[in-house]
């Protein structure tokens, strides 16, 4: 079975920009977070999506957002790129939200703003 | 708010050594508590979890790890370190109503 997947793995922009990454989890699992991070400030949860519903959101400002299709594909966005946002981007998923289930890890999208 | 500490920023170990990497969490209930691994430029293996029951945790590669609730910890070991087991340790604990709540992560040197 095909492991989580992020699209792309690495990107540089620019201050002000926009971006969108990609995250394709493993087949049949229907429940998909993000996570931001940053050697200052480890890894810091952006949000879940289950059943293409926004679940649980993290304390990032509303240049972060997401969404999930039908297909359990998930994009996130951040508008208005700040030199902060430099930061590996983490997508993991899991079978359904429950706190028992184990997350599987895709290997992330290196985002560096210049 | 749910926090999980871990001491130390960086363990230097010698291959064949054993490891025990230390994790403490503060969490009113019942705790879900994780390890994950972090090899460079790769995403995050979760190494074993702990819900509830046997106190001592078996998990892949060999590792193991021991809650103890009056500390508040839960504390990764192994008994021989090999070379390849150098990485970022990261330990979790499952906030209710978000999602895994990390620690700022241990990096393990191994040394020969």
């Known amino acids: 079975k095909a492991g989580v997947t992020q699209t792309p793995r690495y990107l540089i922009k620019t201050r002000g920009q926009q971006v969108t990454l990609s995250c394709s989890p493993i087949s049949g699992h229907r429940s998909v977070s993000w996570y931001q991070q940053t050697p200052g400030q480890g890894l810091q949860f952006l949000f879940e999506y289950f059943s293409e519903t926004q679940r649980n959101k993290g304390n990032f400002p509303g240049r972060f957002s997401g969404r999930q299709f039908s297909n359990s594909r998930s994009e996130m966005n951040v508008s208005t790129l700040e030199l902060g946002d430099s930061a590996l981007y983490l997508c993991?998923?899991?079978?359904?939200?429950?706190?028992?289930?184990?997350?599987?890890f895709g290997p992330g999208t290196r985002l560096t703003v210049l | 708010a749910q926090s999980v500490t871990q001491p130390d920023i960086h363990i230097t170990v010698s291959e064949g050594a054993s490891l025990e990497l230390r994790c403490n969490y503060s969490y009113g209930a019942t705790p879900y508590l994780f390890w994950y691994v972090q090899s460079p430029g790769q995403g995050l293996q979760l190494l074993l979890k702990?819900?509830?029951?046997?106190?001592l945790v078996q998990g892949i590669k060999g590792f193991e790890a021991e809650f103890k609730r009056s500390q508040s910890s839960f504390n990764l070991k192994k008994p021989s370190v090999h070379w390849s087991d150098a990485a970022e340790y990261f330990c979790a604990v499952y906030q209710a109503g978000t999602a895994l709540i990390f620690g700022k992560g241990t990096t393990l040197s191994v040394s020969s």
């Open positions: 702990y819900f509830s029951g046997d106190t």
């Open positions: 993991a998923s899991s079978p359904n939200p429950d706190r028992s289930n184990e997350q599987f």
